[in-house]
C-alpha cells in the first residue's frame, strides 16, 4: 500500500498558476489509478480530476476544464495538478487520492487512500 505526500499550494491572485505534486512510497504506483480532490470551507469534498494508472485516460470536473491538467510520472512516483487561470471559487483544500485500478478510470467514490491535504487560497 502506498503512502501520499502532497507539496505545493499555497496563496496566489486570481489569474495566476500553481503545480499541486504528491509523491507515492512503495514500488506499486503504477498499478494505481490517481486523482485529485478538493474542499472548500463549509462544502462536501469534490472531485476534481482522475488519471488512469498508464496515464492513458483522465477526466476533470467540469469547472476547472480547459484550466487544471493531472498528469503523472511514474518513474518518479509522483501525479501532478497544473492549475492555471485560478479563480477565487478554486479556494480549498487540496486532496490526493489513489486506488488500485487496472484498467480505466474508478468511480470517484472508490478511491481509497489519501494524502494529507494542501491548502490553495485565491484572492481575488
Known amino acids: 500500500q502506498v503512502q501520499l505526500v502532497q507539496s505545493g499550494g499555497g496563496l496566489v491572485q486570481a489569474g495566476a498558476s500553481l503545480r499541486l505534486s504528491c509523491a507515492a512510497s512503495?514500488?506499486?504506483?503504477?498499478?494505481?489509478?490517481m486523482a485529485w480532490f478538493r474542499q472548500a470551507p463549509g462544502k462536501e469534498r469534490e472531485f476534481v480530476a482522475a488519471?488512469?494508472?498508464?496515464?492513458?485516460?483522465?477526466s476533470y470536473v467540469d469547472s476547472v476544464k480547459g484550466r487544471f491538467t493531472i498528469s503523472r510520472d511514474n518513474a518518479k512516483n509522483t501525479v501532478y495538478l497544473q492549475m492555471n487561470s485560478l479563480k477565487p471559487e478554486d479556494t480549498a483544500v487540496y486532496y490526493c487520492?489513489?486506488?488500485?485500478?487496472?484498467?480505466?478510470?474508478?468511480?470517484?467514490?472508490?478511491?481509497?487512500?489519501w494524502g494529507q491535504g494542501t491548502q490553495v487560497t485565491v484572492s481575488s
Open positions: 488519471i488512469a494508472r498508464s496515464g492513458s485516460s483522465t
Open positions: 487520492a489513489a486506488k488500485i485500478w487496472i484498467s480505466g478510470l474508478p468511480s470517484v467514490h472508490e478511491y481509497d487512500l
Open positions: 512503495g514500488r506499486t504506483f503504477s498499478s494505481y489509478s
